[in-house]
């Protein structure tokens, strides 16, 4: 079992910055595959960003040159940096974690944190 918990989701302007955290325990997690999907009310989860146990990354079209995926295997955390903002980009957003092979879609992750809410402001 993994267990995952967001945070540093929040109100921030068009144009602006945060940056999102998960945090991870209950397995090895230099071993897994960390991903970011992010859910629209009344739209699917879509796959935001996503990194390998090497730090291989790969990012939706939507985020691509705006977003940073990372990780700290010592803190058992991977983040988001998220940078020039727009407000499509509201949604809430999940940490995934996947024993697996790195992925892109929803089903291929086997565990799920909470979800933190990002809102942009125009």
């Known amino acids: 079992q993994v267990q995952l918990v967001e945070s540093g989701g929040g109100l921030v302007q068009a144009g602006g910055s945060l940056r999102l955290s998960c945090a991870a325990s209950?397995?090895?997690?230099?071993?897994?595959?960390m991903g970011w999907f992010r859910q629209a009310p009344g739209k699917e989860r879509e796959f935001v960003a996503a990194i390998s146990w090497n730090r291989s990354t790969y990012y939706g079209d939507s985020v691509k040159g705006r977003f940073t995926i990372s990780r700290d295997n010592a803190k058992n955390t991977v983040y988001l940096q998220m940078n020039s903002l727009k407000p499509e980009d509201t949604a809430v957003y999940y940490c995934?974690?996947?024993?697996?092979?790195?992925?892109?879609?929803?089903?291929?992750?086997?565990?799920w944190g909470q979800g933190t809410q990002v809102t942009v402001s125009s």
């Open positions: 209950g397995r090895t997690f230099s071993s897994l595959v």
């Open positions: 995934a974690a996947s024993p697996g092979r790195l992925g892109i879609l929803p089903y291929e992750y086997a565990y």
